[in-house]
């Protein structure tokens, strides 16, 4: 590739370059080199000023944001506050949309110009997250985007922005190709131009990288990690990401089911994953190590709660959960079930690394305890029906906002659809205390005491074995030496973060 | 080949029902014709209503045709490729429906008759079909292809083994390779074979469809010979179609001719053969061919054989015809008797009276 | 016993064709099959011979062997084909192709197969023209026009752009015979060209083929199973039976008087012949396999008058220009009631 | 011609209002595109609006008709996850899937045809032999592994050819193609080549049996009879007589090519309806498989079509007996 | 030309010993070294499916007896416990590639020859069906088969797979839905033919039930060209079944089929681990190519100008 030039392979999609249609991380990749958002996020996962240079809660309500002056769109026009009332509005009203930005901005329920670049937020309750969401929506400006469509971006007539690229062409299924924004008022980039190639099969995005049709990868396939590493043509990076594979269980029915039968196949009595102790057994009998470091080649470390190590409301007393057969089988008898039972643990087999493979392997590690499974493995589109009724099911979730209370609102709270509680708790896990706790940390301001309370609810809820936690998913990428990539904890594969390799 | 009669019981008494009533002819067909048209669908019909494209051509396979098959006598039915006979022959057996006029079996009109009544008229009327390597299920082995029928149908009181070995006797084959498939036989055993097995079903009726026009030379003769004394021993009655005069008219007691889906002239066989009234059937009978000819050079005969998708208008000879006159291309000439049953359809003969 | 024929032989020159004790074999699994075994006649220019015989008795293959055309694994195993003073079946492959279609033709039984249905009749007959003569295009369909004219073919230039199939049986086979008498050949060999078609048109086909033999002066040999037809055409006949010539003659000779019992069997069975009404008289039996010949005439199986003196090896016996392989010859005068 | 033109199109509607009601039923059954594609987090709130944006609320009955109604009036719905017209997503990647069928038939038959009449020909030789073997691999090994070992070969090990994508195009009729470069022909080279090795397969059997069918034809003999060189008695005679069904064949597996460049494409990274039917099938986006299969008819449709009037062209003897039964 | 009639040839077969059509078949069939090989090579391999669980050192099928430490094994190492060796490796469950093989020989087989058998089945009934009665039964039947032939595999699949759940018998169901237009076509074209033959005419003037005719006498003449179809089928479905695998909708994960191993191994055929999805697919290949042979032979057999 000729100098100044920099070509990306995407394992993703990108479905459209309308940065408020479809929230996916590929889209998001676009989104983050064509416009700016108030605020961002650095490779390792700290909140930063973006277009906005300051924030603070003016009241547990109104959160007040400065915005940075002398930024210009691409086409030259300045930036202003208007901008931000109008990206507000349009991310939440995206027409046709599958959704998905409407949740970062679930908090503000109304947004209030000053001045020129000053901006006012209020929340109908204390919401500390708010700036960490904000990290999510591209601010769009109200000159172009005024009444412009999906199609319009996609286009490139409305892809005006103010970030450190601008849009050349846009191919669905192939391509998209993107030009060096000068003006851009951060450090000035190396790239002149960027490709983003959408190379959707792990082979011949290696294939492509080892041909040098791309200069860095994402996603790369835990497979090829090993010989990646001991190539001295390219360079792996990698990361602790934000994204958990766990499984839950069911705590809705009282009885078992036809997944959830003894050992004749006949259903269960009483649902065993409402025993904590069988729930423990469950989670002490998995090798998470073993899983780790021989199925997903280190591509993933063994975990016992949702963020990396020193993430913020990391919680340093909640361990990895001991890999103990004896003590399993022994907490199995305790519970009633010296002989074992069988269980099916459903797994989607489409939609996180290995997920079929990891579910087998937990399957392994349960058969041994006495607990034969069955790995039940469909597709994402087919696995979703039955979500409710799974006795044991694998997914898997990202924190986006980098703490712990995303996860503990969404997956661990009593199911509220009034209040968007629970929304991922498919299993009806349900905790009073924990619910309290979490939503008393959820509307706490002030970080440090948020932070405590956090933490306390992490090991509620694993004394609790609300679920069980088996992976923390690490985050690569590949690039030819040449090439320098910083990884990033939120998956992204940015430009701004791959810088020409110092001649040594 | 023997002779001796030697007919079984059930057969007489068969034959016995159909001497009662003589006078009704056993087949008759009235008026019948048969159009093989493609199938139009709506579209096809809506899209030909508008002009947009001409009408697919229909072939009008036999046009009006009366022929009646009485009781012990045969019926030559002779004419060229295509002119309609084995259209009529399986129209007469019931395989075909008839596109307009009446079939009947022993007076009662088939369209009228029940499905159970219809299936036993057909198995009255059988076939012999003229080839003999596609006329048998070449993967069924001879005692089932004999038996298949009338096992199905019930005819047989005793057990089946007997009963085709006397039918395959009786066509002049050794039951003991009643085990063997059709391939493993030569044309006339096979032939022999298609016999027994439209024999087995006690019929009235044999339709021989150019039986013997596949067979060689010197086999034809013996099925030929096969067919006259099974005629003897069972009063059967024969619809014999050919083109070949000879066997013709060695075979028939009567003689009708064929031309273009019509039949032009009717008459017993001697009459035919010594005083044939229409032009194309002394074309015919001059171009028979015989051994005794003379090596000789003949007249050439005018015309090709017409399409039958367009025939021609009036009369469907006049193109050929070297006596044709400007009414026989408009009109179309009906039968008339031109002598006590002598029929004939020819313009010709209103000329001379 | 080919030296019996060649007592009658004409003189030298004026021989178009002369086959010699030809044996055309096919190895198959199950054995040797000599569809042609020791087949011996020959032709001055001008005659036409007739070939009889039942199906599978060998016609063809002797029409393929003379052709050049025999399917493989079929082959030439012994005798010879003398054609203008050469042996046939000595010739390299492009020698005899040249000679195909230029010197000797052929025109086959069914004409529904014989013209290729995928191209024109022009094209058909054209290419014939240019695969031996260099001539122009323009030139080839003149002489094409011509040739279909000739044989009585209707505006013929009109009939060289139409396909196969719009053409009537009678139309195809005359097309087939135009094509074959393009180059005024020697030699014509018809195999069964008029089986498949109606009487009339038949008749018309045998005189147009006869008159232009006639005027042409070519050679004919007329391959067929229907002793009428040959009976109206044919100079010479030449009776075959399970791969041999039984009897070969002038043919009021063959035809009036035959010697052979397979012939004189073949003769009788014509229902006119026959008394209408009355049982045909027949040949009992069945023709025996080419693998399992019996013995020495191979028609005794079927022959009344068989006995051990049959076993013995047939050699051709020969009666002036009449010619016979039966040791119980039907007796001139009582050959035929 | 006309009628049957017609006939042919309403069959194709019958075929297209048949499918897209299983479609709709199936896609219900399969799962709830909602579910797919809304984010994890969202709300009750979020999922309803979503929901009644995508007209799921509706009976499914009524959505059928809603359906039929606009698609009367060209308009076949909005892709879920797109959010443009469905038939515009797909039309704009079927000039890839075309790109890539199209050469791959291509491949088929000027590897197949010269092939299978070498191996009719000579059919006891061992060249002819080691094609017809050779064929039966074409035949027996799934696409997918032989896609797999096209890109270890060829852009792994040797690194001659890239492994995905369509590489650069060119702009001919509005349209980008990656046959016009010299970069686009390299991507489309092995993609192609996995996708054709079935048909290359196919065509050499079927001009293998073509020929042995041909060869003791009666006309055949006739044409040696009249002195032709071998060179015109095969490359007129029986070639002509050949390519009837081939080119039958080649229309209707056409349709099949472009089934089985789901495969391809999604091995090949090739931009093309097939891969895009793959994600929208995982993410139940129904309007888009409804317009893909639609498409799909049209062009099974058109195709027939095109074969049926080349049939004609090839095989004068249709014209006459008509189409009818 | 009436091409059979050679009565010389009749005559023999009349005077000769009775040879029966099967008898006749066995020495044509044995007439290519190739494919008594690939005969051989089949039964060999159904034997193999058959006894899978006699010679398999392992159930792969058994959870409990894999080990996810002894994962993507080079093969002729031996297990960790140190009870087996494992010739051909394992793969990322730890799962012993040949027993793999032999239990996933099983499973395609099965569901080739199942899928192709009800496909055959369903599909020649119609097609004779629709060939015998004609007109409207036939345009229904035709229309069907278009429809089918119209929609992609992947997405019937799919629906099966959302009716029904996942399972062996609901990729059979899937495979036969997406191969019994095949055979109907099939048989619809040779029974077009054969409807026309004057055996046809022949039982109907016998006033033979219409199902007989078409199972008593049209099906048997119409089997030549159905059994060639029917090897090409089964080898399809092997086939068809491993791609389903290969996206995702094929058999149960944990009990894979040839396809599925390939599939699961495909990860690792990049970084050196090629054993995991090289060996299944020689085995899948054997298995195709055994068919195929088998097939091929069929054809010449039953093609009867081919014979001799
Ligand atoms: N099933 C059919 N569909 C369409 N046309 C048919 C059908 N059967 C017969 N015909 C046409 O009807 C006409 C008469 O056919 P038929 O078979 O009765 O003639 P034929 O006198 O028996 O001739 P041949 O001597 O050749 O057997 C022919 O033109 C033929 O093409
Ligand atoms: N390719 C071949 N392989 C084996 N035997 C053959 C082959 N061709 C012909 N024969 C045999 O040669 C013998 C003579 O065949 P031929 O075709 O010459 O007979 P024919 O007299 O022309 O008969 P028909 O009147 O049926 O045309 C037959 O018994 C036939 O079985
Ligand atoms: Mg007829
Ligand atoms: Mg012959
Ligand atoms: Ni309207």
């Known amino acids: ?87 507000i509005n349009r991310a939440r009203n995206v027409p046709n949309s599958p959704g998905g930005f409407s949740g970062f901005l679930r908090d503000i329920a109304k947004a209030e110009r000053v001045d020129d670049l000053t901006l006012r937020l209020v929340t109908p309750a204390p919401a500390p997250n708010l700036p960490a969401q904000l990290a999510f929506v591209a601010i769009v400006s109200r000159h172009a985007g005024e009444g412009a469509s999906t199609d319009d971006y996609n286009a490139g007539r409305k892809t005006i ?158 361990k990895v959960p001991p890999y103990d057969v004896g003590e399993a089988k022994k907490l199995l008898a305790e519970a009633g079930f010296p002989q074992g039972f069988k269980l ?109 309370l956090l933490v306390e609810a992490v090991e509620m809820a694993s004394r609790d074995v609300a679920m069980i936690p088996l992976l923390q998913m690490s985050n690569f990428w590949a690039t030819r030496v040449g090439y320098v990539m910083t990884p990033r904890m939120d998956e992204r594969t940015l430009p701004i973060n791959v810088a020409p390799e110092a001649a040594k | 080949m023997n002779t001796t009669s030697e007919a079984g019981s059930d057969l007489q008494a068969a034959a016995a029902c159909g001497a009662r009533r003589a006078e009704v002819p056993i087949v008759e067909m009235q008026d019948v014709s048969k159009v093989f048209a493609p199938r139009l669908g709506l579209i096809e019909k809506g899209v030909t209503k508008l002009g947009l494209a001409r009408p697919a051509p229909a072939v009008h396979a036999v046009q009006g045709v009366s022929l009646a098959l009485r009781k012990g006598r045969v019926l030559g039915l002779v004419g060229e490729s295509g002119c309609g006979k084995s259209t009529l022959g399986r129209i007469a057996a019931g395989i075909l429906p008839v596109s307009s006029g009446r079939l009947m079996w022993h007076g009662e009109d088939v369209a009228h008759m029940s499905a159970k009544q219809r299936r036993r008229g057909r198995l009255r009327t059988q076939m012999v079909f003229q080839n003999p ?97 099974l005629r003897e021993r069972l009063d059967l009655t024969y619809l014999f179609i050919s083109h070949d005069l000879g066997i013709v008219r060695h075979l028939s007691d009567d003689v009708a001719i064929m031309y273009l889906g019509r039949v032009i002239e009717e008459a017993p066989a001697h009459e035919i053969f010594s005083h044939a009234n229409h032009p194309y059937t002394r074309l015919l009978l001059e171009e028979m061919p015989r051994i005794d000819t003379k090596n000789r050079t003949f007249p050439l005969v005018q015309g090709d054989l017409p399409s039958p998708l367009a025939p021609p208008s009036g009369c469907h000879f006049h193109p050929r015809c070297p006596f044709a006159f400007a009414r026989c291309r408009t009109e179309k000439p009906l039968l008339k008797e031109v002598q006590a049953g002598h029929w004939s359809a020819c313009h010709l003969n209103d000329q001379g009276s | 016993m080919t030296d019996i024929i060649d007592q009658h032989a004409p003189p030298r020159s004026d021989v178009v064709l002369d086959v010699r004790g030809l044996k055309t074999w096919f190895p198959t699994r199950a054995g040797e099959v000599k569809a042609v075994d020791e087949v ?43 054609f203008g003073g050469r042996d046939l079946t000595t010739l390299d492959r492009e020698s005899m192709r040249r000679l195909r279609g230029k010197r000797i033709a052929m025109i086959f039984q069914d004409p529904m197969m014989t013209l290729n249905p995928v191209l024109k009749v022009g094209t058909q007959m054209i290419e014939a023209i240019l695969a031996h003569d260099q001539v122009s295009k323009a030139q080839a369909r003149e002489r094409s026009t011509a040739a279909l004219a000739a044989v009585g073919i209707p505006s013929p230039a009109e009939r060289l752009s139409a396909y196969p199939h719009q053409l009537s049986g009678g139309m195809r086979q005359r097309v087939a015979i135009a094509i074959a008498l393009l180059h005024r050949p020697e030699l014509i060999i018809a195999d069964e060209p008029t089986t498949a078609l109606d009487v009339t048109i038949q008749a018309q086909i045998i005189a147009q083929v006869q008159r232009l033999v006639r005027e042409l002066g070519m050679t004919l040999i007329w391959i067929t199973h229907d002793l009428s037809v040959v009976s109206r055409l044919a100079d010479d006949v030449a009776v075959m039976y399970a791969g041999r010539i039984v009897e070969y003659g002038k043919a009021e000779d063959v035809l009036n008087a035959p010697r052979h019992r397979y012939t004189v069997g073949l003769i009788e069975s014509v229902p006119s012949r026959n008394r209408p009404g009355e049982r045909l008289r027949q040949i009992d039996g069945i023709t025996p396999s080419l693998l399992a010949l019996p013995t020495g005439c191979a028609f005794r199986t079927r022959c009344d008058a068989a006995d051990a003196q049959c076993a013995a090896a047939q050699p051709l016996r020969t009666h002036g220009t009449h010619s016979h392989r039966c040791c119980h010859p039907v007796a001139a005068h009582e050959a035929l009631r | 011609m006309i009628s049957w033109i017609g006939r042919r199109v309403v069959q194709a509607l019958f075929v297209v209002i048949a499918m897209s009601a299983i479609v709709f039923v199936g896609v219900n059954v399969i799962g709830d595109p909602v579910q797919v594609l809304v984010p994890p987090d969202a709300t009750q709130a979020e999922r309803l609006a979503l929901i009644h944006q995508f007209g799921l609320d509706q009976p499914i009955g009524r959505q059928y008709l809603a359906f039929a109604a606009a698609a009367l009036h060209g308009d076949f719905g909005r892709s879920f996850v797109f959010g443009q017209p469905a038939m515009h997503v797909i039309l704009e990647r079927m000039p890839a899937t ?56 060829f852009s792994v090990q040797l690194g001659w050819l890239p492994a995905s994508g369509r590489g650069q195009t060119s702009l001919l009729f509005g349209v980008q193609w990656s046959f016009l470069t010299w970069d686009g022909l390299h991507h489309l080279l092995l993609p192609s080549v996995n996708l054709a090795l079935f048909q290359i ?125 | ?23 006749r078949f066995y020495r044509a069939f044995t007439g290519s070294k190739l494919a008594v090989a690939g005969l051989v090579l089949f039964v060999a391999i159904a034997l193999i499916a058959v006894f899978a669980p006699l010679l398999a050192a392992q159930n792969p099928y058994d959870l409990a007896q894999l080990d996810v430490l002894d994962g993507r094994m080079k093969p002729l190492t031996k297990a960790s416990s140190g009870a087996l060796t494992y010739w051909l490796g394992t793969d990322d469950q730890g799962r012993d590639i040949l027993s793999g093989i032999f239990y996933g020989l099983r499973i395609s087989l099965s569901v080739g020859l199942v899928s192709a058998f009800i496909g055959a089945l369903i599909g020649s009934s119609l097609g004779l069906t629709a060939a015998y009665f004609g007109r409207r039964v036939d345009s229904v039947i035709m229309r069907l088969v278009d429809l089918q032939l119209s929609f992609p595999t992947i997405l019937i699949a799919l629906m099966i797979l959302a009716f029904l759940g996942k399972g062996v018998v609901n990729v059979v169901i899937a495979l036969v839905i997406a191969e019994w237009a095949a055979y109907a076509r099939t048989a619809r074209g040779a029974a077009l033919v054969e409807r026309h033959k004057e055996y046809v005419e022949a039982a109907e003037a016998l006033a033979i039930p219409s199902a007989k005719i078409i199972f008593r006498h049209l099906l048997p003449n119409c089997l030549p060209p159905l059994i060639v179809i029917a090897t090409v089928q089964v080898a399809r479905a092997i086939a068809l079944e491993a791609t389903l695998s290969f996206l995702g909708v094929g058999v149960p994960v944990t009990e894979p089929s040839l396809g599925l191993l390939i599939a699961n191994g495909y990860q690792y055929m990049l970084s050196g681990e090629y054993w995991i999805s090289f060996f299944p697919g020689i085995a899948l290949l054997l298995v195709i190519v055994s068919i195929n042979l088998i097939g091929d032979q069929l054809r010449d057999v039953l093609n009867p100008r081919g014979q001799e």
Request: charged residues 20%; positive net charge; hydrophobic residues 45%.
């Open chain 1, 1 to 87: 590739a000729p100098a100044g030039s920099l070509n990306i392979g995407l394992g993703g999609a990108v479905t459209t370059i309308d940065p408020h249609f479809f929230n996916a991380t590929p889209n998001q990749v676009i989104a983050h080199c064509l416009f700016d958002r108030l605020t961002e996020r650095s490779p390792s996962g700290r909140l930063e000023p973006g277009l906005a240079l300051s924030w603070k809660a003016v009241t547990p309500t109104v959160w007040e944001m400065k915005l940075r002056p002398n930024v210009k769109w691409s086409d030259g026009k300045p930036f202003t506050a208007d901008d931000v009332l109008f990206t």
């Open chain 1, 161 to 318: 922005g103010t970030g450190p690229y601008k849009l050349v062409k846009y191919v669905p299924g192939d391509r998209v190709e993107l030009e060096r924004n000068d003006a851009w008022w951060g450090p000035k980039q190396p790239w002149q131009t960027v490709t983003f190639r959408l190379i959707p099969n792990p082979a011949a995005r290696v294939s492509a990288l080892l041909a040098g049709g791309v200069d860095v990868i994402d996603d790369v396939p835990p497979a090829d990690l090993p010989n990646l590493s001991k190539n001295k043509a390219v360079h792996v990076a990698s990361i602790p990401g934000m994204r958990l594979i766990f499984l839950a269980l069911n705590f809705k029915a009282k009885t078992g089911s036809k997944w959830a039968t003894d050992t004749d196949g006949k259903p269960l009595a009483k649902n065993p994953m409402l025993d904590r102790r069988v729930r423990l057994a469950l989670s002490e009998s998995i090798n998470r190590t073993a899983i780790a470091d021989r199925l997903m080649q280190k591509t993933a470390v063994a975990t016992g709660q949702w963020l990396p190590p020193g993430a913020y409301s990391y919680a340093n007393s909640v």
């Open chain 1, 344 to 452: 099916t643990l459903q797994t989607p087999n489409d939609r996180y690394p290995n997920d079929a493979g990891v579910a087998q392997a937990v399957a392994q590690m349960w058969s041994r305890i006495g607990v034969q499974t069955t790995v039940d493995a469909r597709p994402w589109n087919v696995y979703q029906r039955e979500r409710d009724d799974y006795m044991a099911a694998l997914w898997g979730w990202g924190s986006p906002t980098l703490e712990a209370g995303y996860l503990l609102s969404n997956v661990l709270e009593t199911p509220d659809k009034s209040k968007g509680h629970g929304v991922f708790n498919f299993g009806n896990y349900s905790n009073p205390q924990l619910d309290s706790l979490t939503d008393k940390a959820m509307s706490t301001l002030d970080d440090g005491t948020r932070e405590k």
């Open chain 2, 133 to 229: 390597f596609a006329a048998l299920n070449p993967r069924m082995r001879v005692s089932d292809i004999v038996g298949e029928a009338p096992r199905q149908h019930g005819l047989i009181d005793g057990p089946v083994a007997p009963y085709v070995d006397e039918q395959l006797r009786r066509a002049g084959l050794d039951p003991s390779l009643k085990d063997r498939y059709p391939h493993q036989f030569s044309g006339g055993q096979r032939q022999r074979i298609g016999i027994a097995r439209a024999l087995a079903v006690k019929p009235d009726v044999l339709i021989c469809d150019e039986a013997v026009a596949a067979l060689d030379v010197s086999i034809q003769a013996q099925i030929v010979n096969l067919f006259m004394s």
């Open chain 3, 40 to 82: 011996s006649f020959s032709l001055t220019r001008g005659r036409v011979l007739g070939l009889v015989g039942e199906s599978g008795s060998g016609k063809s293959v002797t029409g393929f062997s003379i052709m050049g055309q025999l399917e493989p694994p079929g082959r030439v195993v012994e005798g010879s084909i003398l």
């Open chain 4, 98 to 153: 075309l790109e890539l069928a199209v050469s791959a038939t291509l491949l088929a038959v000027v590897i197949g045809i010269p092939l299978g009449l070498y191996a009719g020909l000579r059919p006891r030789s061992t060249m002819a032999r080691t094609i017809m073997g050779g064929s039966i691999l074409g035949f027996s090994l799934p696409t997918f592994w032989v896609g797999l070992l096209l890109i270890m070969v």
């Open chain 4, 201 to 325: 397969s196919l065509m050499i059997r079927l001009v293998r049996a073509g020929v042995r069918e041909t060869m003791p034809q009666e006309f055949i003999k006739f044409a040696r009879a009249k002195g032709l060189t071998e060179t015109r008695v095969i490359g007129v005679h029986v070639l002509k007589n050949i390519m009837i069904p081939v080119v039958t064949v080649i229309g209707l597996e056409f349709g099949s090519v472009i089934a089985f460049s789901v495969v391809t494409e999604s091995i090949f990274g090739w931009p093309g309806m097939g891969k895009l039917i793959i994600d929208s099938i995982n993410q139940l986006d129904r309007p888009l498989i409804v317009a893909y299969l639609i498409i799909v008819v049209a062009f099974f449709v058109t195709i027939n079509l095109i074969v049926d009037l080349l049939y004609t062209a090839l095989d004068p003897r249709v014209r006459l007996e008509g189409r009818g039964n």
């Open chain 5, 1 to 23: 030309m009436e091409p059979a009639i050679s009565p010389v040839s009749d005559s023999q077969r009349a005077l000769g010993a009775p040879e029966t059509p099967w008898r």
